[in-house]
């Protein structure tokens, strides 16, 4: 990127910022067929390895206990005194902080031991719990509960897990619990809450996790996806398998995926579940995997010898009777690219490197431009550069106002900021408009004021969500969809899922007011109980999302 178009995406950026605030005084210029970025925050004194948006429209991040002195004090002089830390026993740093969106300020928390890649679920009433970690986290849970104020920090609970989780994938569940998959060594699952009646001592072993790891010991944040029917969907480097965690029972395995290349950890691809659509019978479901590195690479890259990423994804029905991968090429390689659902149903691919692997130092070739794929076409179109890296350690996660929240990227062992290393530490957080933020779409883009279900949704419930528009084309045009957010991490966004909610009708009400009708999630398989964003799609164009717990 040259110096002018630098310059004009940053007086872009504060536009944008503005407006924000200032609702369409100033109208910033189109930015069309290729979004835009904006620089958020220079320097929020950790870097955001995990990422989860919170109901309060407030992201919660953190990094690793170990990584040294942050960049941000902890509130009120307080320290952690930790002997087991291995960078500083004593450390008055913070490394978890709360960004507000709105207003685009953040406070600092307090993590008492090492979240470092752990993994992490929303409970149906909005608390995150988070799991594991390293050295004195690895047995832990954490919660955090969203609050107005300023009053609220990490809980945490020694000894809560029943096996260490260090790069374990968690899942939300149809009632309510959480599944906690994998990790190092670690070739079982276990669930949150802990069963009180069984008073289990021991996490379910399940043989595929030790099957499909590698001969490095890898097959780490195994990609997991709940489908419509209950079961799990569970994805490990080239294999994947349909299975009922209530049983342990493996119900069927899928053809492993085309080219032989492991797509986990250290060959970081990453997973979407394409939207479910409750408009039809929804009994299909589909996977896409992209990215990831050659088998080969792990090694190579130890030795200073960087191997070219993947360029394929793969496709797949695992709701079908005999479900096949079908590929697709990217137009350029990726390693520790992240996915996300954009409330257009579309997959956003952002972030990652284009040779190497995940791991300390393994990447090299930052890929700038995120691309953004279209389902039912099945086209890539490539969007605007980044003006940062972001390798390994950094996240992505979508905003209720349809922007993509990035940040993170630290390939080193602790920060390290020196101008000699590739890939410095990052601290900053930046946001990405995809296309369908541009002005030029203000005509066409609805807005909601209200819903007849008050922020709550039942299962099967009818609800009219009122909106207004300028100018209104036809119900054919209008749509309605749920997401839940994610938990981000090493490039796999734990528990996001875009349901397509049954719309009875359009109803006009009043100048350039409608309401739309429309059904709850035909059943918890299809959506957990939780909260979702809620987005009103008219002309392809996304409202900003309202709130509403689906319970
Ligand atoms: C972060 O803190 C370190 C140590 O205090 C300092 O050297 C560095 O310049 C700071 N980096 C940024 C980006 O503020
Ligand atoms: C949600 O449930 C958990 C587990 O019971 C509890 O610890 C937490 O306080 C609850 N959060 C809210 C907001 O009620
Ligand atoms: C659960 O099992 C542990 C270890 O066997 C035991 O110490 C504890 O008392 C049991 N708790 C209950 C409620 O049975
Ligand atoms: C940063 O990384 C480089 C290369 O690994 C290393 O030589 C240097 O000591 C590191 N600096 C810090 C502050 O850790």
Redesign the pocket.
């Known amino acids: 990127m040259n110096a002018l178009t630098f310059l004009i995406r940053i007086i872009l950026a504060s536009f944008l910022n503005f407006q924000a605030r200032v609702a369409s005084q100033f109208v910033p210029p189109n930015f069309g067929e290729e979004g835009a970025w904006q620089l958020l925050q220079e320097n929020i004194g950790i870097s955001a390895m995990h990422m989860q948006l919170l109901r309060n429209d407030k992201v919660i991040m953190f990094d690793r206990t170990d990584f040294g002195p942050s960049n941000l004090s902890l509130p009120g002089g307080r320290c952690r005194m930790d002997p087991s830390d291995s960078a500083l026993t004593v450390d008055c740093t913070a490394h978890s902080i709360l960004y507000d969106i709105p207003s685009n300020t953040f406070r600092p928390l307090m993590v008492e031991t090492d979240t470092w890649c752990s993994s992490g679920s929303v409970?149906p009433?909005?608390?995150l719990v988070q799991s594991g970690g390293f050295n004195d986290g690895e047995l832990r849970i954490r919660?955090f509960?969203?609050c107005w104020d300023q009053g609220c920090d990490w809980l945490e609970f020694p000894n809560y897990l029943l096996e260490r989780r260090w790069y374990s994938t968690n899942q939300i569940l149809p009632d309510g619990r959480i599944i906690v998959v994998g990790g190092r060594k670690q070739f079982n699952y276990e669930f949150y809450?802990r069963n009180p009646t069984n008073n289990l001592t021991q996490a379910f072993f399940l043989t595929f996790l030790q099957e499909t790891t590698d001969p490095s010991e890898n097959n780490l944040y195994p990609f997991l996806h709940l489908l419509p029917d209950g079961n799990l969907f569970i994805f490990a480097n080239t294999r994947s398998i349909l299975f009922d965690y209530n049983q342990n029972l493996v119900l069927k395995e899928f053809p492993r995926i085309p080219g032989e290349d492991p797509r986990n950890y250290p060959s970081t691809g990453s997973s979407v579940l394409l939207p479910l659509d409750d408009n039809k019978p929804c009994t299909e479901a589909e996977i896409m995997i992209c990215g990831g590195a050659p088998q080969a690479s792990f090694k190579q890259a130890q030795q200073g010898t960087f191997i070219q990423a993947l360029t394929t994804c793969g496709r797949i029905k695992p709701t079908d009777p005999n479900p096949t991968w079908v590929m697709e090429t990217m137009p350029m390689p990726r390693v520790m690219g992240d996915m996300l659902l954009l409330p257009t149903g579309d997959v956003i691919i952002i972030n990652g490197v284009a040779s190497g692997t995940a791991g300390w130092n393994h990447g090299r070739q930052a890929v700038l431009s995120p691309l953004v794929y279209h389902p039912s076409t099945r086209q890539f179109t490539m969007m605007s550069s980044a003006s940062r890296p972001r390798v390994y350690h950094s996240s992505a996660v979508l905003l209720s106002d349809g922007r993509v929240l990035v940040g993170g990227s630290n390939p080193h062992m602790k920060y390290n900021f020196s101008s000699g290393v590739e890939f410095p530490t990052d601290l900053s957080l930046e946001a990405f408009s995809p296309p369908y933020l541009s002005p030029e779409f203000n005509e066409v883009r609805g807005r909601i004021t209200s819903t007849t279900c008050n922020s709550f949704l039942g299962y099967r419930m009818v609800c009219d969500i009122t909106f207004t528009v300028r100018n209104y084309m036809s119900a054919r045009e209008v749509s309605v969809r749920l997401v839940a957010p994610s938990f981000t991490t090493h490039s796999f966004a734990m528990n996001q899922r875009m349901v397509v909610l049954n719309l009875v009708g359009v109803t006009h009400v009043g100048a350039h007011t409608y309401y739309a009708t429309v059904v709850g999630p035909s059943s918890p398989q299809i959506a957990p109980p939780g909260f979702y964003l809620l987005f009103l799609l008219h002309a392809g164009i996304p409202t900003t999302a309202t709130w509403l717990q689906l319970l």
């Open positions: 409970l009433n909005g608390t919660m509960t969203p809450p």
